[in-house]
């Protein structure tokens, strides 16, 4: 089973930067959809951006265009997303995924890193 660990989140100031990490395990990261969400207390959960296997195609919602960026690097097994200018209502639990099809929904979740950002 493919296994997704997070990390990089914690506590940060409006306008400042995170870079979140999700390491997969397995070999089989190179043909996996990767995504990454979100979901605040209250709030349904969000998707936030997504890249194709290869890395050269890469999707982010519109909340976030312009300051998050989505990347992979396959020699590591390992998604990114880079979260510049934050603001408090990105604060949120960030859950990585990933399914293996183009079409369809996401198979395997992590447990999520906290991104708290107070103003």
């Known amino acids: 089973q493919v296994q997704l660990v997070e990390s990089g989140g914690g506590l940060v100031q409006a306008g400042d930067s995170l870079r979140l990490s999700c390491a997969a395990s397995?070999?089989?990261?190179?043909?996996?959809?990767m995504a990454w969400f979100r979901q605040a207390p209250g709030k349904e959960r969000e998707f936030v951006a997504r890249?194709?296997?290869?890395?050269?195609?890469?999707f982010h919602a519109d909340s976030v265009r312009g300051r998050f960026t989505i990347s992979r690097d396959n020699g590591k097994n390992t998604v990114y997303l880079q979260m510049n200018s934050l603001k408090p209502e990105d604060t949120a639990v960030y859950l990585c995924?990933?399914?293996?099809?183009?079409?369809?929904?996401?198979?395997?979740w992590g447990q999520g890193t906290q991104v708290t950002v107070s103003s």
């Open positions: 890249i194709t296997g290869s890395g050269t195609t890469s």
């Open positions: 397995g070999r089989t990261f190179g043909s996996l959809f």
């Open positions: 995924a990933a399914r293996l099809k183009v079409y369809g929904t996401y198979d395997y």
